[in-house]
């Protein structure tokens, strides 16, 4: 699509996030591929497991275990749509998967993500400037429902200085809160939302597995180098077979590789 169409198609999701904190975009990941995709995602956590166990969880990143999945990270809607708000040079700080399988119980966790969870150590301190500095997707691999899992979050909070692990701010984040919702979409869609806002998992009482995999969008400036499992590296040969688009997203976590998008 042409630059022009590209941010016109991306103002109304643009502008959600702005306003709201989050929106969804649909069919990211087409309707002919998702199965095979989800199938990748959910067979490959045991591999992933398994050499984690063996060789060190801090030792190969996840997304060397989904090469399909990672074919879609530099999706155009979307990326122009993170674009507007963390400006053009971005990276991908964490993936993770997030399966939730079948009759999973929850008491709800209320959260801001990186570099705003403040039960993390690197953490920006409340009150959080107002930017957006981390961009969190949630890939829909299987429908999100309100009886499988689909994510809670509280629109507008991104705005609010106040956060549910503020030990000042009272709201605790075990409790439901106001203005909670469920974010729903077909598989493929992703719902993208400001890191700043508050969002939780959610039971899942269905008998089938709600599949996700949630990847962090950064601006390029941002310290990413924090030790943990989203340092892991790709190795070389993985890294080589990603498209173009999507190395500029991991060349960070590249194995023997020069740099070379960034330079
Ligand atoms: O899996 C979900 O629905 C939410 C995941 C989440 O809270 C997170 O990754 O920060």
Redesign the pocket.
Known sequence: METDNLLESAEPYVTQLQEEGWCVIEDVIPANVVDAVREEVETSEADYNAFSKEHGRWERNVISFMPKFAEHLANERLLTTIRQLLGPQVRISQT?Y?I?PPHYELVR?Y?S?FPYDLNQKWHITQPFPSAVIGI?T?WMLSEFTTEN????IVPKTHIDLRNPRGKEDGIGDRNPLDGEMQAIGSAGSVLIMDSRIW????ENPSAGKRT?V?VRYAPWWLNLELFGVNTATVPGETFDNFPEDVKVLYEHRAENREPTVWL
């Open positions: 993770e997030k939730r966790a959260h993500d969190t949630l899992g689909g994510t809670w969002h939780s998992n959610a996700a949630v």
